[in-house]
Nanobody
């Protein structure tokens, strides 16, 4: 079992930035890729970005490419999401998720094994 705690969300004006963090505990050594997803009310969870175990490979949704950056610090069992040039369309609850499979990064919910409680990001216009 892996426990996840996301933090760093909040209210920001359009054009602003936020940095989300996700700390993993428990069986953190079983984690390979890490992903970030987001969800708005009434909609399915949407893939945002993922990073491989060593941090050398990343994958971004087109909607955030060039604005968001994922990184990780394995010594701290932490993954980060730097979000720049935020727009109201980025408003959502953001979740991190670990992937135990060593094959690929994954871009759908079923590719990932556990979910945190999420952190709310609200971007005002």
């Amino acid at each position: 079992q892996v426990q996840l705690v996301e933090s760093g969300g909040g209210l920001v004006q359009a054009g602003g930035s936020l940095r989300l963090s996700c700390v993993a505990s428990g069986r953190a050594l079983s984690i390979n890729a890490m992903g970030w997803f987001r969800q708005t009310p009434g909609k399915a969870r949407e893939f945002v970005t993922a990073i491989d175990r060593n941090g050398g490979r990343t994958y971004y949704a087109d909607s955030v490419k060039g604005r968001f950056t994922i990184s990780r610090d394995n010594a701290k069992n932490t993954v980060y999401l730097q979000m720049n040039s935020l727009t109201p369309e980025d408003t959502a609850v953001y979740y991190c998720a670990p992937r135990s499979s060593p094959y690929g990064l994954g871009s759908v919910e079923t590719d990932y094994d556990y979910w945190g409680q999420g952190t709310q990001v609200t971007v005002s216009s």
